[in-house]
């Protein structure tokens, strides 16, 4: 992303080991963040904000890290340090969104906020450029994982198992041994007998019998043997083949099962309008409560990766939950509802820390619940003027696409 600000002349260098020194201060950057990824969110809207306050404590702390590596940074760069220092928090982005889960953390963080920010020209592209790419890999990842449309199937199983061959026995070698069997030593024609089969001798039949069975035996044990080999390398293959198809089969039938688990689950939700935080139907709630509980019921079993279909899901059931037309307003306006929801908010919001710095939408909103920010602050904390319009269902996935990266963030 560097190169891309000096390719567009949006950050201007004339010596190429100053451009090292910013490529060294984003890896630095890279190695703290990926130790500490709930800090990612933070940046990324740091990074969007052209208008992002230079006194903000991340802000420095990614200028220091650009002055260990540069000494002379801010003399060269006194007029436009933040330009800088954001394509740094950029180029670390990139670098960590290598990672699909970090690529998440980033695009549900950016996609609301971007279009309310105050960028221009090629920095505008080159960051909706970012921001459309990170979607399309996220949207490829959840479409494989939720999809049920590709119907269930197997490869063809093949093995490649040659042709036993049929038990055979050495003639010559039984004959051989019948002969050692019948015939005398002493007459030769390999007889290995001490005895003649004279009428009355008992002894001959004696030893012909073990003498023979000795030999037929080790014939025939040795034919098995060879087409046991055989047999066991056959079933050898087959196992390995089993081995390897079973697990498959069951991987995927459980990604599909899990699928169609959630697609019930959200039906059942949608069509049922019930609440488990309210423990009462949606359409019992006013605005400003109901459009923070939607989005955190639904942030409570939608998956941190997900299709963006399921955007759209969430936008139809608000709308099929309000009374009135869901029209664009000011987002003063929905404070204003939020303002005669503050109680039953407040019930309903974890506690945590209420930082002094760049925050989500949805931090905002549990900060003023809890009496923590004011609307004055808005531009500030979040980057965005209450004069912003947007209907009560963009409004709602706003705050389900950040309360998902809290989850995510918290879970880390």
Sequence with gaps: MIQEFLTNNL???????????????????????????????????????????VTD???????????????????NCKDTPLTYIRAVILETLEKLSSDINVSNLVFLSSRNITKHLNLKGKEKELILQFIT??????????????????????????????????????????????KAASIHSSWGNEGESQYTANQGNVHWPLFFSQRAAK??????????????????EIQSKIQDAVNKIIPLALTESAKLNSSLTMRTELLWWKEACYSKILNDSYRNAQNGLLQFILALDYSSFVPFIYPQSADYF?????????????????????????????????????????????????????GYANGKYSTKQLKDLVGIKDSIELTLSEFTLWLFHDLQVLNYSKSK
């Design 11 to 53: 950050i201007q260098i004339t010596e190429d080991e100053n451009v090292e020194k910013l490529l060294k201060a984003s890896a630095t950057l890279e190695k703290k963040l990926s130790k500490d990824k709930s800090k990612i969110p933070t940046f990324t809207l740091i990074a969007l904000d052209p208008e992002i306050n």
């Design 57 to 75: 404590q991340n802000v420095q702390e990614v200028q220091q890290l650009i002055i260990d590596n540069w000494k002379t940074f801010t003399s």
């Design 133 to 178: 790419e990170l979607g399309r890999r996220i949207e490829t990842n959840a479409a494989e994982s939720w999809s049920i449309s590709k119907s269930f199937e197997i490869k063809e199983l093949k093995i490649e198992i040659a042709k036993t061959t049929g038990v055979s026995i050495d003639n010559a070698k039984l004959e051989g041994h019948l």
């Design 215 to 232: 030999g037929i035996s080790e014939l025939l044990n040795n034919a098995f043997n060879k087409q046991s080999a055989q047999l066991n």
């Design 314 to 366: 969430l936008k139809e059931t608000h709308s099929g939950i309000i009374s009135v037309e869901d029209k664009k307003m000011k987002l003063s306006e929905i404070f204003k509802f939020i303002d005669s929801s503050k109680e039953l908010l407040k019930q309903h919001i974890s506690e945590e820390s209420f930082e002094i710095e760049r925050v989500s939408l949805a931090q905002f909103i549990k």
